[in-house]
């Protein structure tokens, strides 16, 4: 069974920084594009990152020069580094990944981390 966990969220005061990661756990032959999603109470789920395997990467325009996404293939994990936090970023952040394993290719949400900026 294939489970992503995430790791890192907490309560920083604005300008601050945190890390996230996110492990893919299982019986795992690869993983394509990673990403990173946050849902803010009453809003929709938002993409805020992504990573592919051939490590390009995208973000979504309200995170850029502030946040990076990098990801560890040895160790299928993908990292979230969020520096100069604002009370906006405020939300719970979840990854996302496609994963193949030797019996199928399907997709993967993370439990989701909080993460609040606040003074």
Known sequence: ????????????????????SCAASGSIC????MHWYRQAPGKERELVATITSGVNTNYADSV????????????????????????????????????????????YWGQGTQVTVSS
């Open 1 to 20: 069974q294939v489970q992503l966990l995430e790791s890192g969220g907490g309560l920083v005061q604005p300008g601050g920084s945190l890390r996230l």
């Open 30 to 33: 690869s993983i394509n594009a």
């Open 64 to 107: 850029k020069g502030r946040f990076t996404i990098s990801r560890d293939n040895a160790k299928n994990t993908v990292y979230l580094q969020m520096n100069n936090l604002k009370p906006e970023d405020t939300a719970v952040y979840f990854c996302y990944a496609v994963i193949a394993t030797m019996r199928v290719v399907n997709y």
